[in-house]
């Protein structure tokens, strides 16, 4: 931290140096005369000093080590055999070593592929249409001009990120039923003869899961582009309009590109999300008749882990374990195409 100082000579002052010291405490004199010296400030100094704002950090440093980074030191389970009823610290680490035994395991299971390919394109199916959307929308907003009706629009796409998963997934199950609002709108218009069995044939429920998603998740989606379409400069409409650009023009040479790199940053989230779709809905809304198409890792997890007999819970850790590890390669590569196709990045 560099501070003036008034203790030197005038001698003292016209041998110092020009330019401040590479390594350790110093002091210098800049070109225009002026004494500064270099004190390097410790982190005890910083926290006595800031005190109140570094209080402000502790509550969620607690909160990440608590319930982000010590649950980690259960994935051991997924490399050791778990015993419940086991004495300490066994009932929390296992019991034996048991290397990949379980990763091969469940690789090599007939439901492997099945589930591997169910999380695979619902995950594709939400990315394709769900994160697209949210920026279709928040450029619709942008070019209103009635903030009444913008902020009416804005407020109803808002709306459904706020209801529970719980009170979702019984809207769903009510709407799709033989006798519900969907089947009775369709027979209405005599589009159908029959009502379709949409929650027991497995070739609706992607379909199902993915609209709902597009109305739950895409107005709330809007907010980040909103906020990012505040810091494109003016000017840049003002010069292309005079060239004679149109709004569509304005739109894909001077707002998309002011916006890139955070479009850039949600795509990477979204990707290291890619298999870790909708855990609570599917679970759920879904049903065995539905398992063909509706059964992704997360839900075979929980199934296999905890609901069979007796629990399998070094088997389960070892099927999130694989989940994570393949999430993180997807952010990683992600973010290096990102890198050197858009020079935008997450890090």
Not at 219 to 225: A, P, S
Not at 247 to 275: A, K, M
Request: glycine share 6%.
């Amino acid at each position: 931290m560099a501070r003036p100082s008034a203790r030197l000579s005038p001698e003292e002052i016209a041998a110092l140096p020009t330019t401040p010291p590479r390594r350790g405490n110093g002091a210098w004199r800049t070109p225009q005369g002026a004494v500064v010296s270099s004190v390097k400030e410790t982190w005890g100094h910083a926290i006595r000093k800031n005190w109140r704002l570094y209080s402000l950090c502790l509550l969620p440093v607690v909160y990440l080590l608590v319930f982000q980074y010590l649950p980690l030191v259960g994935n051991v389970l997924a490399f050791r055999r778990y015993q419940a009823g086991s004495a300490f610290p066994y009932n929390i680490i296992g019991e034996s070593w048991q290397g990949l035994r379980y990763v091969h395991q469940f690789v090599n299971s007939p439901q492997f592929w099945n589930v591997f390919r169910n999380t695979a394109v619902i995950g594709a199916y939400s990315l394709l249409f769900t994160f697209p959307l949210p920026i279709i929308l928040a450029l619709l907003l942008n070019e209103l001009r009635s903030r009444r009706f913008k902020r009416t629009v804005q407020t109803i796409s808002y709306l459904p990120h706020f209801m529970s998963v719980v009170l979702v997934a019984g809207l769903i199950i009510q709407l799709t039923l033989s006798n519900g609002l969907i089947n009775e709108v369709l027979m209405k218009l005599n589009l159908i003869d029959a009502p379709l069995p949409f929650m027991q044939d497995p070739k609706y429920f992607r379909s199902i899961y993915v609209v709902s998603q597009i109305w739950q998740t895409t107005g709330w989606g809007t907010i980040l582009y909103l906020a990012a379409l505040t810091s494109v400069d003016e000017q840049l409409y003002e010069a292309s309009a005079i060239d004679g650009a149109s709004r569509l023009r304005q739109t894909w040479h001077v707002t998309l590109p002011g916006i890139r790199p955070t479009i850039v940053v949600l795509l990477v989230l979204n990707i290291g999300s890619f298999l870790g779709v909708g855990f609570e809905k599917i679970i759920l809304i879904y049903n065995p008749t539905l398992y063909a198409t509706g059964d992704v890792l997360s839900t075979y997890l929980v199934r296999y882990g905890l609901f069979s007999q007796p629990q399998q819970l070094s088997y389960a850790t070892a099927i999130g374990l694989f989940q994570s590890l393949i999430g993180l390669a997807l952010v990683i590569s992600a973010n290096m195409v990102s890198r050197r196709l858009t020079d935008a990045s997450l890090w």
